[in-house]
């Protein structure tokens, strides 16, 4: 399997912290740890001077093969996939209890069971979202939908840019306001503008994708089909006016999406 970019995430620290083994002086039943870094995922018959990464994560990219249900593999993926699984535990215990009403316990156990319950979802259909559809179908004109974007950003769910609060990267006792590119479905421009079989294919399922949400709506096929198609038409010219993640590398041109508040 070909590298990729998360691949890089392999720096042989993996888990080497959690490796635990008892010391020659331990007489306790309480491992300890006494090996911190590993280095089994090194290739130290490279030349560190000649090629670093090779040498850091060389044996462990040889090794690794992405699992088919994930886009990449490493120490972070490792990480968030054990982490969901204690989650998930957790969630499934709180589920089980007798919580108290009104308490935390309960709220989250609700949420949870809520999420679960895939019966009275399908059973729901797009019923939940009807008044967002309903808000979105009174914008005759880009001031209706500049105003729809402003009463999003009050719960959270605004469009056409991204919006959050940082520190100021060249000054730490600021906090600056972050305005963002954003307002496409695939994950950035070049999905949309390039021209090589993968992207092509990757835009005729997106298409396949916002046609069958249509139709989830009770919209007719043809229908479907065109405004899927009219979507994918309106998110190329927001692309184009996007910067590079090359070009967003620059920090001086992130900082010029920001202002100080």
């Known amino acids: 399997m070909k590298n990729c970019f998360y691949l890089s995430l392999a720096i042989p620290v993996i888990f ?35 090629d670093f990464f090779s040498y850091a994560n060389g044996n462990w990219i040889k090794k690794t093969v992405i699992p088919p249900s994930e886009m990449g593999w490493g ?25 108290t009403a009104g308490s935390a316990a309960q709220k989250v156990a609700d949420l949870y069971i809520s999420g679960m319950d895939t019966t009275t ?25 500049v105003k729809l974007a402003a ?20 000054i730490s006792t600021k906090n600056t306001a972050h305005f963002d590119q954003t307002g496409l479905g695939l994950p950035d421009r070049d999905y949309y503008l390039k021209t090589d079989t ?8 997106y298409v396949e994708y916002i046609a069958k949400l249509f139709t989830l709506t009770g919209t007719d096929a043809p229908t479907a089909n065109k405004k899927a198609a009219d979507i994918l038409k309106l ?6 006016s996007h910067s590079t993640q090359v070009e967003l590398r620059d920090p001086i041109k992130k900082l010029q999406q920001a202002a100080y508040i």
């Open 121 to 145: 979802i399908d059973k729901l259909g797009y019923d939940p979202i009807k008044p967002e559809l309903a808000k979105i179908s009174t914008v005759k004109d880009y001031k209706d939908l």
């Open 16 to 50: 080497a912290a959690s490796c635990k083994t008892k010391t020659s002086t331990d007489t306790s039943d309480t491992a300890k740890r006494t090996v911190f870094f590993d280095k089994t995922g090194m290739d130290t018959t490279v030349k560190p001077g000649d």
């Open 235 to 240: 998110e190329t010219e927001i692309a184009k």
């Open 198 to 205: 993968a992207s092509v294919k990757i835009r005729a399922k």
């Open 151 to 170: 009463e999003r950003f009050k719960d959270g769910n605004g469009f056409l840019f991204g919006f959050y609060i940082s520190p100021d990267d060249k």
């Open 75 to 99: 120490s972070f993926f490792v990480v968030e996939d054990e982490n969901e699984k204690d989650l998930h535990k957790i969630l499934d215990n709180i589920s089980a209890q007798d919580n």
